[in-house]
Each structure stands twice: as C-alpha cells, then as structure tokens.
C-alpha cells in the first residue's frame, strides 16, 4: 500500500503581517480622507451660508428641489396593488419630503440631516416667526394636536404634521394626504378628522442655511449616539493640514460662489415611506393619521401625520 502524502502550503506569517498591516494602512487612509472631506463641506458651508446672497440662492433652491417631487406617493400601503402609484420608485410622507431634500444637496447645506421625523425638525429650527405674513419661501409650517384615538401614542411636542412655505399667500408645498402625494395646497389651513386641538407653528430655516442643524430642545437631544468615531477613532485626524487653513482663507476672500446644480436625479428612500420617528419608530398603519380629505376627495383620505 503506497501512501501518498499531502503537503500544505502556509504561507510565512510574517509575510501575512505585513500584507495586514498595508490592507490597513490603505483603509485607514481611505478614512481619513472621508473624514477630512466632511470637515471640508461643514466648515466652506458655514462661510459660505453666512453671506446673504448665498443664504438667499441656497434658500430658493430648496424649495425648487422639493418641487422636484410632486406627484410623489405618500405610502405604498395607501395604494392598491392595482393603483399605478403602488409599484411607485418612491414614497414620501411630511417629513420624508423635507429630509430628502436636504439629503439632495446635503454638501450645499454643509450637514446630515437627522433620521427622524417633524418633531425634530421642528426642534432643530429655533426661530420663531409670529405670523405668516414673515415666512419666506422655503420657511416650514408645523402643526401640532392632540389625536382624538387615545390609544394613540402622541408626537413628540404633539407635532403631527409639517409642510414648506410656498411664498405666495398661504400657499404650501407638502404629503398631506395618506391617499394622496406630494403636491401644492391652496392653504396651510385644513381640518384633521385623527386629531384636534390644531396649532400652527412658523419656523425660519435660517439656521439651516448656514450650516447649522442640532436640536436646541433640552427635553428632546435626538442624538443616536454621544461617541464620536472622528474624534476618538484611530481614523480621526491627529493634525490638520495647512492646506486646510488654506483653503478655507480663499473660500473667504472669494466671497459668493455661484450655487451648483444639484448632481445626478433624487435617489429614493430608503423602505417604504421613509418617516422616521426616532425612539417612537416609523408612523405604522395603527398610528397613521386617517383624516378626511378636503374638496373632491374620498373621505377615507386622510391628513398625513407624519
């Protein structure tokens, strides 16, 4: 019996360690560069927020941007099977809307925008218009009440509803209706027929035009978590270049840049309706607003509650 033998070949573990120890090298680079970049976008969109004819343009582009999605399907639930808005690419709710515009031309505004839905849009707008007469295109309306199903667990801030300021009358931009898509209202005024006590709130997106997006509500963070992988990662920038200080004088010394056309076509939400409601979680069909629909609507139609 002849026994053939078997032989394996294991490469020297040093080699393996040095090709490691490259692999890593390389990401870690890749990191930082993703790192640096973000920094970059925040710091040249503060500067460039700051000055008035660029607060303006930003401002003017965000409203076209959201019209961009009229006729966009609130939620695919909302929608028979045999509906042609059913197989829809996308799904936008109130505040699906606004994120999604924000996330389009996220490098412009110079911030991330929070996953979460009206309540902490709301929370991240401190200034507070008195009337509507002082809204701008743009600007945001919400509404905040009470549901009339007390099993239903409230919003944060009883805040159920938010849509843009169109900047002609009373004119809004907004998914109000379940049933309904992304579309132009002749009012921001309606009647729910899910929850009562209506309030209207105008809120300035100033802030966010120049960079800034936090939430200035001590009750309500909306933080997903307080560790920072830039600052206390192996990733984070030990030093920051000069070419950095650099570039940043010259984005100062030439003053207003033109605004970009935003890259590419809207990508689409991600899941179904793309409402996030942080530690509440997304709007579910039980939690849903069934508000009747104003005009020719079916009165099954409802008033979107984010």
Not at 141 to 162: A, L
Not at 267 to 273: I, K, S
């Amino acid at each position: 019996l002849i026994m053939s033998a078997i032989v394996f070949e294991v490469p020297f573990a040093t080699q393996t360690s040095i090709n490691l120890q490259d692999a890593f090298s390389r990401y870690r680079q890749k990191k930082q560069k993703a790192v640096l970049a973000k920094w970059r976008m925040e710091e040249l969109a503060k500067i460039r927020r700051a000055q008035p004819e660029m607060m303006a343009a930003l401002r003017k582009k965000f409203f076209e941007v959201a019209m961009s999605y009229v006729g966009v399907p609130y939620a695919k639930r909302y929608h028979q099977p045999d509906s042609p808005t059913h197989n829809s690419k996308m799904f936008l709710d109130c505040c699906g809307l606004v994120r999604q515009v924000l996330r389009d031309i996220k490098s412009e505004f110079g911030f991330n925008v929070g996953p979460w839905n009206q309540a902490y849009l709301f929370d991240t707008l401190p200034l507070e218009l008195s009337a509507p007469e002082e809204m701008q295109q743009g600007d945001l309306v919400f509404v905040s009440g009470t549901y009339f199903n007390t099993n239903t667990k409230p919003q944060r801030h009883n805040m159920v509803h938010v849509e843009i300021w169109a900047g002609d009358g009373e004119r809004t931009l907004g998914a109000r209706w379940q049933r309904g898509a992304v579309q132009e209202h002749d009012s921001y005024k309606f009647v729910s027929k899910t929850y009562g006590n209506m309030t209207y709130h105008f809120r300035s997106i100033d802030t966010w035009l120049m960079g800034i997006c936090r939430s200035y509500c001590s009750e309500h963070p909306w933080s997903i978590s307080k560790y920072d992988p830039e600052r206390h990662s192996i990733f984070a920038l030990q030093d920051e270049p000069a070419e950095q200080e650099q570039e940043i004088k010259d984005a100062q010394e030439l003053g207003p840049v033109e605004q970009k056309p935003m890259d590419g076509e809207p990508g689409p939400m991600d899941g179904e309706q793309g409402a996030m409601d942080g530690e509440q979680g997304a709007m579910d069909g039980e939690q849903g607003a069934m508000d009747g629909e104003q005009g020719p609507l079916d009165e099954e139609q409802g008033a979107m509650d984010g």
